[in-house]
């Protein structure tokens, strides 16, 4: 399978910015993912990347991709602490369309 | 319009027992997932369904077997459950690029 890396955990005060970085393994035609997963609850997309754009703006979500190095970031601006969750990176392949290849997930911690 | 629905939302069983998990989407969604997630290790796929009638093994799928019932529904069956299968299972559908996840069902093996 794909390999999806992500750090396990940030911590940053509200109103920061946050920055959660993946890493991926490289293939054609891909699409990349953001969930985020709230304790108890299951993940919900919060945004996506085609492989052939190398920035995509969503209110106060910035998502970066580096193809060169094979690495995407979510850029969360004046973070809340109702950002608190964990964060996963995703990828699938056009190839395989049917499967997603998941990172472990990064936990985001908001201090007041 | 409830999107995935996943049933039970909790289980406590025993080593040996066997138990179904079942998930329906009303989405009209030709593909349908089964992923289980453990702590540091992300979600791993268990088995997928591309369309009704036809299932495929995914990364993890020991110790699991798979039943796509109709378009809407696709269960997941333990037959004999161990604690290595203690963990939070999600079931997923997918169109286009996006996929949609259901609440997750806790499960514990003791």
């Known amino acids: 399978g794909e390999d999806v890396e992500q750090s396990l955990f940030l911590s940053v005060r509200e109103g920061d910015s946050s920055v959660i970085n993946c890493t991926y393994t490289d293939s054609s035609s891909t699409y990349l993912y953001w969930y985020k997963q709230e304790p108890g609850a299951g993940l919900q997309l919060l945004t996506y990347?085609?492989?052939?754009?190398d920035m995509k703006q969503d209110q106060r979500l910035t998502v970066l991709l580096n193809k060169k190095d094979k690495h995407l970031s979510l850029r969360i601006a004046d973070t809340q602490t109702g950002d608190s969750a964990i964060y996963f990176c995703?990828?699938?392949?056009?190839?395989?369309?049917?499967?997603?290849?998941f990172g472990s997930g990064t936990k985001l911690n908001v201090k007041p | 319009n409830a999107g995935v629905t996943q049933t039970p939302k909790f289980q406590v069983l025993k080593t040996g027992q066997s138990m179904t998990l079942q998930c329906a989407q009303d989405?009209?969604?030709?593909?349908m997932y089964w992923y289980r997630q453990d702590p540091g290790m992300g979600l791993r796929l268990i088995y997928y369904?591309?369309?009704?009638?036809?299932?495929d093994k995914g990364e993890v799928p020991n110790g699991y077997n798979v039943s796509r019932l109709n378009k809407r529904e696709f269960s997941l069956r333990l037959e004999s459950a161990a604690p290595s299968q203690t963990s939070v299972y999600f079931c997923?559908?997918?169109?286009?690029?996006?996929?949609?996840f259901g609440q997750g069902t806790r499960l514990t093996v003791v």
């Open positions: 995703a990828e699938s392949i056009r190839e395989d369309f049917n499967k997603f290849y």
């Open positions: 990347i085609f492989s052939n754009m």
């Open positions: 989405m009209n969604h030709n593909s």
């Open positions: 369904s591309a369309s009704e009638g036809t299932t």
């Open positions: 997923a559908t997918y169109r286009g690029a996006e996929a949609f």
